[in-house]
């Protein structure tokens, strides 16, 4: 059984650098063709894909978000990270990690979410 949890702030400050780690168990992040998402759900919205990292360690960024977003692993830890620059109060959001097999498929685990606040 795959389980991913995020880790990080709950509060992060305006202008400042959001970052989150998310663990995973039960299986390998450098397993062939699984790619590993940082998801985003603002409040009253619906989801937001921020980007990936994929088995090889190649990234995929939102272009949206693409100048603020940095994905990065640790396979020694079997870990991914998000770091997200410049932070305003429009990036407090539940920040999801997800699992899936190939890009553009149905993601098949999910962390349980973690919220992050942007306020001074």
């Known amino acids: 059984q795959v389980q991913l949890q995020e880790s990080g702030p709950g509060l992060v400050k305006p202008s400042q650098t959001l970052s989150l780690t998310c663990t995973v168990s039960?299986?390998?992040?450098?397993?062939?063709?699984?790619?590993w998402s940082w998801i985003r759900q603002p409040p009253g919205k619906g989801l937001e894909w921020m980007g990936a990292?994929?088995?090889?360690?190649?990234?995929y960024y939102s272009p949206s978000l693409k100048s603020r977003t940095s994905i990065s692993r640790d396979t020694s830890k079997n870990q991914f990270t998000l770091q997200l620059s410049s932070v305003t109060p429009e990036d407090t959001a539940v920040y999801y990690c997800?699992?899936?097999?190939?890009?553009?498929?149905?993601?098949?685990?999910w962390g349980q979410g973690t919220q992050v606040t942007v306020s001074s």
């Open positions: 997800a699992r899936e097999y190939g890009m553009g498929n149905d993601y098949d685990y």
């Open positions: 039960g299986g390998s992040i450098t397993t062939d063709y699984y790619y």
């Open positions: 990292i994929g088995y090889s360690g190649s990234t």
